[in-house]
């Protein structure tokens, strides 16, 4: 028999309470709404306390508390999210540039392509208002091989 399989369902990150004020959810939900197509629970918001981003499902989510000793990362820290075509990464790439432009809270690392033979990671990495960056891939697969492939 086999074991069910758990899957990712949430992230939890904790910030300064003024990044969670009217205007600081605003421009969360502005941000993470226009280049991932998030948005608000609007019956779990609480001012300077809560937000959480609804990822499409409400299983799937960001949940960003407000604390005192607010979440510090690194450089590396991140979490990662998949997309299905080039064109899709593509067209979250460019919604996240334009923001850039006019925001220079954005921080935005160029589009990339790392070739491991068996596969073509095409990705990027962007920051807004939250303590770590999100990278954005999308798996190209060499002609045979998938997801389910298992290394030889």
């Known amino acids: ?3 069910p399989i758990p899957r990712f369902n949430h992230v939890a990150l ?3 309470p003024d990044a969670l004020d009217e205007g600081g959810r605003a421009a969360l939900l502005g941000f993470y709404g226009d280049v991932f197509g998030w948005t608000e629970m609007p019956v779990m918001t609480r001012d300077r306390e809560l937000l959480v981003l ?7 989510f960001v949940y960003v508390h407000a604390a005192d ?3 510090r990362c ?5 979490v990662g999210l998949s997309v299905a075509t080039p064109g899709e990464l593509d067209g979250m790439y460019d919604r996240a540039r334009k923001l ?6 954005v ?5 990339a392509m790392d070739d491991y033979t068996a596969v073509k990671l095409h990705h990027f990495y962007v920051r807004y208002r939250l303590p770590v960056s999100i990278e954005i891939q999308c798996f190209e697969w060499a002609e045979g091989l998938s997801e389910q492939s298992l290394p030889d």
């Open 1 to 3: 028999m086999s074991k």
């Open 107 to 111: 921080e935005l690392t160029e589009r």
């Open 74 to 78: 690194g450089a590396t820290e991140h």
């Open 69 to 71: 000793s607010p979440m």
């Open 100 to 105: 850039a432009e006019r925001d220079p809270e």
């Open 54 to 60: 609804r990822c499409h499902s409400n299983e799937q």
């Open 14 to 16: 904790t910030v300064p």
